[in-house]
């Protein structure tokens, strides 16, 4: 059984958990609301958290509304996910000086801080052991990514609040952190008492509670505390309707092909992006260089791209070589749900439901693969 | 780089429009005069009355053709010009002024002149490149900065430019700006809306305005119904598809049906 202990003031506890991060170096991050959702910045305190906040969320809708508690992490998980930090949207890989006789070099230009994700939901630690096989582990790994990740804390957080958009739970990947995470938190609020329970998942996990543990009250966590837990990513389960069938969505995606319901949602498809920008495991960049206008610097930049921008299926000579909304559409799905599993062992999906709520045209992928499952091909 | 001892000879013409671009033009002058010995400007009114005769090896042109006497000025600036690139909303889809393809221009010439006929025009504002030949668009009403100063250095560096043709969305995820569209319900054009801006507008919590035109491959039809499921009404719909760009083909096209579909029962 892993080591595990109650913060009985849930917000010092929080409080004085990020100063221990920052007091080691963390830039601390986490969910805060901003322009009407929960954006993961930069946190000072527990105040800096969405406290007694919660959303909703639906296909192409998103909102806030107030909760009549002081609850911390009542909501599931917003716009943007650890990506943004880990591979961040802009990087200068490399800048070059002209001098005399030739050129000077120089690497990348920015070391991030080491970050500390606070508030991180199951699905979003599955999402970065899925981008650690594409980044890390794979024949060309990414060196800023692998520092970034290496370097990387995460206080992951049972879910108790899952939105309607969610489906982590047919995936396999939630709502239950089990793995990736440095302290696991269930946020035990009841009328009576908001506490924290923590479950230590690594070394430095337990070096840093034990300097909490030193500044605030604390007690050690009882078979109830545990079966409080148990019982809230239980309810988390249920309540999620939509479902997906990995190992079922990958199989029937590339056996249908040229099925009609790909000439369907090209209709609906704005070809926008939203959907891959979200998502916590697309890891699709473009690399454009940059000159000065007198020609004496130049830069190496890489930028966040999709496969719904006709920059990135074109060719030299040849333009783009998934020039219509249907076949980017589907090198969007058949990759996340199919041939992810050719390239990595898994699926490219971890149940997040970012993609079907941010997409602005309401499109579900859940649905797509039950339509397509439904009238298949072969 | 094109070779520093023939300083290339630049030209920068203006047609109908507000001057909006060519001012976007002079507020690079920092940048242009750490230049200046390897540049020519040959002709830019704007900016000084000294002008040096053609041929011009880069022709910068702004403003969209309303007058015969436009249509043929442009064909003798293209004649002169080794390469021309038109900039801004005027000059790439023909400009607010554009609204005049839908109606009859007689009736506007009553009621704006008080002698309509001493004015000489055109039924229609159109692009640049229904005229001529265009080596490059360059959108935005009015364009940006940047994305000019990088058509000019890829210019000089004889290279492609980097402007890219993908949606508003991707600045506004790459800045991580919250979807008003999404999480507002905010009438937004920026998923048909080509990308140049830096999402401005949703930077702000407003919609984007779509001042750079249709986006690489757009799906204007699709937006429109998922504006109208958020309540935008027919006619606000159609306006907002019908300004800077309006004569921007996807652009008048979408509105164009939406007018059908509303007087049709
Ligand atoms: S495909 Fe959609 S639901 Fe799956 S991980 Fe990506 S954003 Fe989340
Ligand atoms: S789904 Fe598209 S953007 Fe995402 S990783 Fe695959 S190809 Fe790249
Ligand atoms: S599926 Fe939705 S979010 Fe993705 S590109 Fe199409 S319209 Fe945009
Ligand atoms: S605010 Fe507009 S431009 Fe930005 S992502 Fe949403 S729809 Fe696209």
Not at chain 1, 17 to 35: E, F, M, Q, T, W
Not at chain 1, 195 to 208: K, N, P
Request: charged fraction near 20%; aromatic fraction near 6%; charge should be negative.
């Amino acid at each position: 059984m892993t080591a595990s202990l109650v913060l009985t003031a849930a917000a010092q506890g929080v409080d004085e958990l990020i100063a221990a991060l920052a007091r080691r170096g963390y830039c601390v991050v986490g969910p805060r609301l901003r322009d009407g959702a929960m954006v993961l910045e930069e946190l000072q305190g527990a105040a800096s958290l969405p406290v007694g906040w919660t959303d909703e969320q639906e296909a192409a809708t998103y909102r806030v509304h107030r909760r009549d508690d002081r609850a911390l992490f009542a909501y599931a998980v917003g716009p943007q996910s650890p990506r943004r930090y880990l591979s961040p949207p802009r990087k200068t890989l490399w800048s070059a000086l002209r001098i005399e006789g030739g050129f000077q070099f120089e690497g990348e230009a920015d070391e991030p801080p080491p970050y500390a994700f606070v508030g991180v939901k199951a699905c979003e630690l599955a999402a970065i052991a899925v981008q650690d096989k594409v980044l890390r582990d794979g024949p060309y790994p990414d060196p800023s990514y692998v520092r970034a990740r290496q370097q990387a804390f995460f206080v992951g957080v049972n879910c108790g609040s899952p939105a309607a958009t969610c489906f982590c739970t047919s995936m396999g990947t939630g709502p239950a952190v089990e793995a990736g995470h440095d302290l696991a938190i269930t946020e035990l609020l009841t009328a009576g008492a908001h506490e924290l329970l923590v479950e230590i998942g690594s070394d430095r996990g337990g070096e840093v509670m034990a300097e909490v543990q030193s500044t605030v009250s604390w007690r050690p966590a009882t078979d109830g505390d545990r079966e409080a837990k148990h019982q809230i990513v239980a309810e988390s389960a249920v309540r999620m309707t939509r479902r997906l069938e990995p190992t079922v969505a990958r199989d029937v995606l590339i056996a249908n092909l040229e099925h009609p319901r790909w000439d369907d949602v090209a209709t609906r498809c704005l070809s926008c992006t939203n959907c891959t920008l979200v998502c916590p495991t697309c890891f699709c960049s473009a690399v454009e260089d940059v000159s000065s206008l007198d020609g004496d610097r130049a830069e190496r930049v890489q930028r966040w791209d999709s496969c719904f921008t006709l920059g990135h299926s074109t060719l030299h000579g040849a333009g783009s070589v998934r020039g219509d909304t249907r076949s980017r559409y589907r090198q969007w799905l058949t990759h996340k749900l199919s041939t992810w599993w050719d390239q990595f062992g898994v699926s490219g999906c971890v149940g997040c439901g970012r993609c079907i709520a941010w997409c602005p045209a309401g499109i579900d992928l859940t649905e797509e693969v039950a339509a397509i499952a439904r009238e298949k091909e072969q | 780089m094109v070779s520093t001892t023939s300083r290339p000879k630049i030209a920068v013409w203006k047609f109908a429009s507000c001057d909006g671009c060519q001012l976007s033009l002079l507020d690079c002058e920092d940048e242009l005069l750490a230049v200046a010995d390897r540049v020519q400007i040959a002709y830019f009114l704007e900016a000084t009355r000294a002008t040096i005769d053609g041929p011009y090896d880069l022709s910068i042109v702004e403003g969209s053709i309303t007058t015969e006497h436009d249509a043929e000025r442009i064909k003798t600036i293209r004649a002169l010009s080794r390469h021309l690139i038109t900039i801004g909303a005027c000059a790439t889809a023909g400009g607010v002024q554009a609204l005049r393809n839908y109606s009859d221009i007689d009736d506007y010439l009553g009621i704006v002149y008080a002698t309509p006929a001493y004015i000489s025009t055109l039924a229609t504002s159109t692009p640049i490149s229904a005229h001529v030949q265009v080596d490059f668009e360059l959108r935005g009403c009015p364009i940006d900065k940047h994305q000019l100063l990088e058509v000019l250095t890829a210019f000089l560096g004889q290279r492609r430019p980097n402007i890219a043709g993908h949606s508003v969305c991707v600045e506004c995820k790459l800045r991580g700006n919250v979807c008003v569209l999404v999480a507002g319900g905010t009438p937004c054009l920026g998923p048909i809306t080509h990308a140049g801006c830096g999402a401005l507008c949703p930077t702000y919590a407003r919609g984007c305005y779509g001042c750079f035109g249709p986006a690489e491959d757009p799906n204007p039809a699709s937006l429109s119904a998922q504006l109208d499921r958020l309540g935008v009404d027919r006619v606000d719909l159609i306006r907002m598809l019908r300004t800077f760009n309006t004569g921007a083909e996807p652009f008048r096209a979408e509105s164009q049906r939406l007018m059908t579909e509303a007087s049709s029962p």
